[in-house]
Nanobody, 123 residues
Framework: VQLVESGGGLVQAGGSLRLSCAASGRTFSSYAMAWFRQAPGKEREFVSAISWRGDITNYASSVKGRFTISRDNAKNTVYLQMNSLKPEDTAVYYC?????????????????WGQGTQVTVSS
């Protein structure tokens, strides 16, 4: 599975961005997907995950109520809608794929990763 993220950029605090992750290769609908992020000097952290059917989602407590993950299996794409952005959301955002029905927050479960897209939130 090849994953390519897009949609990052610079936004003011309180603004919104929508990230996309386009997948190619093996059957996209057979993989649960997730978003992680990594800020400078920090470890990669879990943001959100979605089951391969799209009926189960998980969120980190820091983004719950502000971010929404979704997927379109017909388009081989997973999305992350980010609202009410805060400066602490600034990071490189990565999408990842796992053959499990729903991935956990542990990066080690994910077999495939995108190259990342930068999100910068100014105060």
């Amino acid at each position: 599975v090849q994953l390519v993220e897009s949609g990052g950029g610079l936004v003011q605090a309180g603004g919104s961005l929508r990230l996309s992750c386009a997948a190619s290769g093996r059957t996209f609908s057979s993989y649960a997907m997730a978003w992680f992020r990594q800020a400078p000097g920090k470890e990669r952290e879990f943001v959100s995950a979605i089951s391969w059917r799209g009926d189960i989602t998980n969120y980190a407590s820091s983004v719950k109520g502000r971010f929404t993950i979704s997927r379109d299996n017909a388009k081989n794409t997973v999305y992350l809608q980010m609202n009410s952005l805060k400066p602490e959301d600034t990071a490189v955002y990565y999408c990842a794929a796992t053959p499990y029905e729903l991935g956990s927050a542990g990066p080690h479960e994910y077999d495939y990763w995108g190259q990342g897209t930068q999100v910068t939130v100014s105060s």
